[in-house]
């Protein structure tokens, strides 16, 4: 009882603090839900039961529907911000993103779990509101906040793995400590995600780097991409390891490059170090040549499970949200892990899980948000040689690189469009544009 009343007394603290910043501070809300993404462990410290409970049981949740609430004031109280949403509504971006849940809802008709498929949707349209809140409430002086935010909450979370990698003390979900490896996941459920959240960091750390010029300053920044890659290291994520190789290529090629390729190339020099010292890291990459099945057995069944499920319903897919009620009812014989009891039956891989969920349309859907993506990219590039600074280009490059690290990510352990940091990602991009447009005007 007692424990009980002490979540739902951090609970309303939160509401109070999200309430108050929602009125007097909004645009700072979007650089709290960056930091909030990494407190997975919050659903330990608020209450889960009743509505709100239930639905607002979780730090990211709350800030994300502050974020919705202080731009829906802000669309109240001023007309001209109204004028600004219908602008945004007209967007590529937003119409590729629209396009995408309404393929979702459409799917409602034919779905093999309507009553998931209703909250995908949900969610889908929850996020997109956060997206739209995004754009509206962001400032230009608040413009490199959520990636310095992103840091050190990275910065801030390397001591803890360190210590569980250390003790095999994990501050929840001690499973994960048992066996061979101990793979550390500090305050996100899964070490994946974690290693996922310690490469945004690094991509946060590597731009912050791009525009310090003091030398004492960047030296404090080398030292931080030092514990961000020993944190990123004793994750054991190979997921989190290629996706950084991958992320680091893509920005040698999309920033200019002297200012940006010592600190790349300091990283690739401790990522060189790091495997040496440690052999068990070496030994999980080679698991990469060693195929499929070496990976993971519950991946690769769930990989070809969710094969099938394309190829017998290519053009829709089975409904949005619904490759768990399919696999476990008319696709169980590809589950090869034993006893029935043991083993994943949610798909981990997004490309795929669209597919089987979407089919073909969902796949179409999905390369059109990519292209709208790309093309805003590409938009900021244009400005930046018009006006002969690259702050917001190179900003747009950061946040662009956040997508594409969750995208990445996302093939070995889900979560792409169910990431706030994704939506949080393309409404900044969607934000400096217009910024870009309106010094253009």
Known sequence: MELTLIKWLIFLVCIGAT?????????????ILAGGIALEISIEWLPQEGLLGSQLGSLARIFTVGIIAAAAVRLWKE???????????????????????????????????????????????????????????????????????????????????LYEGATRNFIWRGYLAEGMLARVNATFVDPNIFARYLVLAIVANLLIQYFTEKAWKRAVYIACLLCLMGGLAITLSRSGMLTLAIILVLMVFLIPRKPILQPIGFLGLIGAVIVAMRPTIWQRLLTFREGLGALDAQRLYLWKAAWAMFKDHPLLGVGLGGFRKMFET?????????????????????????????????????????????????????????????????????????????????????????????????????HLLSQGNERNA
């Not at 309430?19 to 650089?31: N, Q, T, W």
């Not at 459409?106 to 739209?132: A, D, M, N, Q």
């Not at 969902?362 to 702050?391: F, T």
């Open 19 to 31: 309430a108050y910043l929602g009125v007097k501070k909004p645009s700072l809300l979007i650089s």
């Open 79 to 161: 007309p001209e911000t109204r004028c600004r949403l219908w602008g945004i509504m007209n967007h590529y971006l937003t119409r590729a993103l629209m396009i995408y849940i309404a393929v979702g809802g459409f799917s409602l008709i034919y779905s093999v779990g309507r009553g998931k498929t209703v909250l995908e949707v949900i969610r889908l349209l929850t996020l997109f509101l956060l997206y739209l809140g995004t754009v509206l409430l962001a400032e230009k002086k608040h413009d490199f906040l959520p990636m310095q935010v992103v840091h050190w909450v990275g910065i801030a979370l390397v001591p803890l793995a």
């Open 330 to 430: 008319q696709y169980i014989q590809y589950k090869t892990v034993i006893p029935d009891a043991e083993g994943a039956t949610l798909s981990h891989t997004t490309i795929l899980t669209i597919a089987a969920e979407l089919g073909l349309l969902g796949l179409a859907a999905l390369a059109w948000v990519w292209l709208a993506i790309m093309r805003a990219l590409h938009s900021l590039r244009k400005l930046a040689r018009q006006q002969e600074k690259l702050r917001g280009y190179c900003l747009g490059v950061g946040y662009f690189l956040w997508i594409m690290t969750v995208f990445i990510s996302s093939q070995a352990e889900a979560r792409f469009f169910e990431d706030p940091a994704v939506w949080l990602s393309m409404g900044m991009m969607v």
